[in-house]
């Protein structure tokens, strides 16, 4: 006959659990409470931190460390790229302005090059109107005695 286990080895190996080993590995006091295994309870509630407690903090500690961490180092890059950001922007602009000045100053001189060209024409203009009148004025009169002698030889 085979030698009889007790029952949490033999849920183990059956891979059932039972009550008793459900409530002597719950870390609820609650659970424990049940079947009266109160006194392991405060034990372990006044006794130092396990060495799973320690891990677990520190690695909880460790993670928070790591989170923070990559937190700040994402608020560098977001401030840095920001700021890059930002640079490049107002370069762009600066650059338009002077562009854009460049191009208004270029636009003035041109047309107070044409506006003076204009001034220059009209002069020219007024000019050879002013001969065209008297040259008028002088054939008209050579043609009016012309016209007036002629008349005369007829009559």
């Given at each position: ?27 609820s ?13 405060e ?6 931190k396990?060495?799973m ?25 977001y ?18 302005q002077?562009?854009?000045?460049e ?53």
């Amino acid at each position: 006959m085979a030698p009889r286990r007790n029952n949490a080895t033999n849920s183990r190996a059956t891979g059932q659990l039972s009550n008793a080993d459900i409530t002597s590995k719950s870390p609820s006091p609650h659970l424990n409470s049940m079947t009266g295994d109160t006194s392991e309870q405060e034990e372990s509630q006044n006794s130092p931190k396990t060495k799973m407690q320690k891990l677990m903090e520190d690695m909880e500690g460790a993670q928070r460390k790591r989170r923070t961490a990559n937190k700040q180092r994402v608020t560098k890059a977001y401030a840095k790229a920001q700021a890059d950001t930002r640079a490049s922007i107002n370069a762009l602009f600066d650059n338009h302005q002077i562009q854009t000045a460049e191009a208004y100053d270029a636009q003035i001189s041109r047309l107070k090059s044409l506006t003076d060209q204009k001034a220059r024409i009209e002069k020219a203009m007024r000019e050879k109107l002013g001969d065209m009148r008297r040259d008028y004025l002088a054939s008209s009169g050579a043609l009016k005695k012309v016209v007036e002698y002629r008349c005369k030889e007829f009559r």
